[in-house]
């Protein structure tokens, strides 16, 4: 039993520890494990928010939108080692543990202002509130004008790809749905993503990607072809799920294709604004 014992230790240590502490990035197996808890996590964040009569809509998206660049906040500053004077607790920060840190800094005032009855701009104030507090911080970390520049560049392609795919999917193609938030919000999110990694990776070059499918494609094509890939699977994305899903399902699976591209994409141009 102590070579299975030291065999699962050594695997843990080898996919999910190592990566974590040494900052090494992804792998195929912490990325499928990851990935399957964001699956039962929105699976059981919809349940219990349906559970309490929580309704999914456009007011809960908008101010919820505040956690989630805060997110990205809290990742970046980790890279910076904002957060070292915590010692080992700084790794709640970093993937996937930060998914809970965050869920619990929404949450909680979430039934706070459910159950007082409040309306659910307090929760929006309150996100502001600790996004404008980490914003000072980060502001207190850039060093250099360099870094200004391309956090400008990163999110100036990041705008205009989103704008032009905008253009094509409602006048274009007359797809009207994509005036609404819930669904052009997420393909910004990752057009952001996409942008900063594109900044980073093909105009910078001193920086990698870490993410598996990513670091795969950039192995084939040239790195600008991200932006035009994520911006057409997001959207396609948000297209199918309208097609397949409706009511609460649809806005949690949204809700979380938005967390997956506005909260890295958010962490990545931050990265630059501070460590250039």
Not at 157 to 186: E, H, Q
Not at 223 to 229: A, G, Q
Not at 260 to 270: S, W
Request: glycine share 8%.
């Amino acid at each position: 039993m102590e070579w299975i014992r030291m065999s699962v230790s050594g695997f843990v240590n080898k996919y999910y520890i190592e990566p974590l502490v040494e900052g090494t990035g992804y792998n195929m197996v912490n990325t499928v494990t990851y990935l399957f808890i964001l699956v039962v996590a929105a699976f059981l964040v919809y349940k219990i928010l349906n559970k309490l009569e929580i309704d999914l809509d456009r007011e809960l998206w908008i101010n919820l939108l505040p956690f989630v660049f805060l997110g990205g906040f809290l990742r970046a500053l980790m890279d910076v080692g904002f957060f070292d004077f915590l010692g080992s607790f700084r790794y709640l920060f970093i993937t996937p543990l930060i998914f809970f840190i965050l869920f619990l800094m929404a949450f909680i005032p979430l039934l706070i202002v459910h159950y007082f009855g409040l309306k659910d701009r307090y929760l929006g104030y309150f996100g502001l509130v600790l996004l404008f507090g980490f914003s000072i911080a980060v502001v207190s970390e850039i060093t250099s004008s360099v870094g200004v520049r391309y956090f400008l560049i990163g999110v100036g392609l990041a705008i205009l790809g989103c704008f032009i795919t905008y253009l094509v999917l409602t006048k274009l193609l007359n797809l009207d749905r994509f005036k609404n938030i819930m669904n052009w919000s997420p393909v910004f999110g990752h057009s952001l993503d996409a942008s900063s990694t594109t900044v980073a990776v093909g105009i910078i070059g001193t920086f990698t990607e870490q993410h598996v499918v990513p670091a795969l494609m950039f192995d084939y094509f040239t790195v600008w072809i991200f932006i035009p890939f994520k911006l057409a699977l997001s959207a396609a994305t948000i297209y199918c799920l309208d097609e397949v899903f409706s009511g609460g399902w649809s806005w949690i699976i949204k809700f979380t294709v938005l967390v997956v591209g506005l909260g890295p994409g958010t962490r990545n141009i931050l990265s630059l604004l501070m460590t250039l």
